[in-house]
């Protein structure tokens, strides 16, 4: 019910764009999120939009350089991800959920795309 798609290798300054596009369910969500899991790491937050009125909150490490944004017609989240750093590799996960940072209380996950940024 959540596709994600977008990832993949980039040089440190360069940009990617995920996507993902949401269905069923996950409709009746309040917001929808990205988190990621880099290697030997917990998962943690990036950044959530909410699906009512587009209000975002961002992880401070990624502040200024990414950016969430929804197009409710076609039930999609994006996630604009520039100035990339060798610490953005991870895996990113889309979630939908409540208004919060907390993995632990979405109810709705895609499956990861791979992100990796070389130096």
């Known amino acids: 019910q959540l596709q994600a798609s977008g990832g993949g290798s980039v040089q440190a300054g360069g940009s990617l764009r995920l996507s993902c596009t949401a269905s069923?369910?996950?409709?009746?969500?309040?917001?929808l999120a990205w988190f990621r899991r880099a290697p030997g790491k917990n998962r943690e937050f990036v950044a959530i939009?909410?699906?009512?009125?587009?209000?975002?909150w961002y992880a401070d490490s990624v502040k200024g350089r990414f950016t969430i944004s929804r197009d409710i017609a076609k039930n999609a989240v994006y996630l604009q991800m520039n100035s990339l750093k060798p610490e953005d590799t991870a895996v990113y996960y889309c979630?939908?959920?409540?208004?919060?940072?907390?993995?632990?209380?979405?109810?709705?996950w895609g499956r990861g795309t791979l992100v990796t940024v070389s130096s």
């Open positions: 979630a939908a959920g409540p208004v919060t940072t907390s993995p632990q209380r979405y109810n709705y």
């Open positions: 069923g369910r996950t409709f009746r969500s309040d917001a």
């Open positions: 939009i909410s699906w009512s009125d587009g209000s975002t």
